[in-house]
């Protein structure tokens, strides 16, 4: 079966839960017949029984037939045409009278056989139907028998005739139906085969085809699109896969070109001491800044294709942005800014990664005084309501426009109107992916020209 097309498969599936419901049927439909029919003989052999008893009489505990015409009928006097077999007998077992169309044969008599209890026999190489029926005298004694049976055979032939009709019908429908259930599965798979045709389309440098959609939106048209939307979402990734890997080798290049450019120069004759110096110096802050370029992106890759297993720790919000701030306080005096810090708790402590949050909150802090105006203000605010804590820095510097603000979590993007503030475009996409994986919601709301505000959802488990 596991060669099977997959039409054929489904067709085949189809047949055989078919078979078994038309099995199921046409069995209930013969047994139901066939109860019919020994309930149609039973009825018969009541009859008779009940006609024929009127005849007996029990004198002095001898038995007595009344003689009428009704032995001169004609089921009493064929075996043609619905024969009706009757036979007396005494308490022996001995023949009193039986019906003429016996002729030389007898109903055969069982002892041990119930009374009024109806059962199938034979008669002379004829299927019957028999009852045995006490001959009671006045007190209630068995004194003989009486014999009654009518022929089954028409009723056999037709349940014989039923069998065959079924028997050969079961196979025939069943074929017609395959062909049929395999054309039926053909037309409801065609969308599958525009699924195989359209994948086979798609290569690393070819990712725009599509899926077309089927009419009735059923499961096919669910898979359609669910395959669809996993397309775009894939060409979204190598989209940014080769932004990504462009914009790296920008960022390295551009470095590596001026410090080679600068020793160069250096080189090519002798100059002053402090000229030597300044030189010297230039490259080392070049080559920090590589260095923090190769930092950030280690971080990106580290936490970027699995969710790295979290330090959980129990942290103060307090105490890392007061660290943080510390840590930022030669970037903070230079342009002058003024902290506000409104914080009205001191003992709160939430489970997280202290490190990733750390990370979170300098990107942002750093951020916000990079792109601070001289003299400017942040403000860091914090509180707490039902086991979360909303934290929320707000700068009054350049802010963000509103066609940077769908692009600022990518990776190297930077806005060209600040083209002077020296950055990689890496901090707000590790914000982005730390926040993920410690469940923190972030938003961010800016105006140009007024400032910029983060406002963090923190889980306080």
């Known amino acids: 079966m596991q060669n099977l097309s997959f039409r054929n498969r489904i067709a085949l599936n189809y047949i055989i839960t078919t078979a078994l419901l038309i099995g199921f049927v046409f069995v209930t439909i013969y047994l139901v017949v066939e109860f019919s029919v020994s309930n149609h003989l039973n009825d018969d052999l009541q009859r008779e029984v009940d006609r024929h008893s009127q005849e007996v009489e029990v004198k002095n ?19 043609g045409v ?10 022996e077992g001995n023949l009193i009278d039986k019906s003429p169309n016996l002729k030389e044969s007898h109903l055969l008599y069982d002892p041990n056989q119930k009374d009024n209890v109806f059962y199938n026999g034979e008669l002379a190489e004829k299927r019957i139907r028999q009852v045995q029926v006490p001959i009671l005298d006045e007190n209630g004694k068995r004194v003989g028998h ?16 039923l069998r065959h009709i079924m028997l050969i019908t079961f196979p025939v429908i ?64 190598i989209e940014r896969e080769k932004s990504f890997t462009s914009y790296a080798s920008h960022e390295f290049r551009t470095p590596l070109a001026v410090l080679k450019g600068t020793l160069e120069v250096l080189i090519r004759k002798p100059r002053q001491q402090e000229e030597y110096e300044e030189k010297v110096k230039y490259c080392v802050r070049e080559i920090d800044r590589l260095n923090h370029l190769v930092d950030e992106l280690l971080i990106l890759t580290r936490f970027e294709n699995q969710k790295q297993s979290l330090n959980l720790e129990d942290a103060s919000i307090k105490n890392i942005i007061e660290d943080t701030l510390k840590y930022l306080s030669k970037n903070i005096q230079e342009k002058n800014i003024r902290i506000k810090t409104n914080i009205p708790f001191d003992d709160v402590y939430f489970k997280t990664d202290i ?15 990079k792109y601070s105006i001289q003299d400017g203000e942040i403000q860091v605010n914090a509180r707490k ?9 707000e700068d009054n510097g350049v802010g ?9 979590f990518d990776k190297f993007y930077r806005s060209t109107d600040h083209s002077d503030i020296k950055g990689f475009g890496l901090g707000l996409p590790i914000v982005k992916r730390f926040c993920s994986l410690l469940n923190i919601r972030i ?3 800016s105006k140009e020209g007024v400032g910029t505000t983060f406002k963090l959802q923190i889980p306080q488990s």
Not at 355 to 369: M, P
């Open 355 to 369: 490190y990733l949050f750390s990370t979170i909150i300098s990107n942002i802090l750093s951020n916000a005084i």
């Open 400 to 408: 963000i426009s509103e066609k940077d603000m769908e692009k600022i």
């Open 443 to 445: 938003d961010i709301s």
């Open 61 to 79: 505990g001898t038995i007595a037939l009344k003689r009428h015409r009704e032995w001169m009928e004609r089921e009493h006097n064929t075996v």
């Open 146 to 161: 009486l014999l009654v049976a009518v022929a089954r055979e028409g009723s056999e032939v037709v349940l014989e005739t």
């Open 174 to 237: 069943l074929i017609i139906l395959f062909f049929v259930a395999r054309f039926i599965a053909g037309r409801s798979i065609k969308p599958i085969n525009d699924i195989i045709n359209t994948s086979n389309k798609i290569t690393r440098d070819n990712l725009t085809e599509r899926i077309p959609l089927p009419h009735n939106k059923d499961e096919l048209y669910i898979l359609s699109d669910t395959i669809n939307q996993l397309l775009d979402r894939i060409e979204k990734t």
């Open 385 to 393: 309501e039902n086991n979360v804590i909303y934290c929320e820095i």
């Open 82 to 91: 619905d024969p009706v077999f009757i036979e007396f007998l005494d308490i």
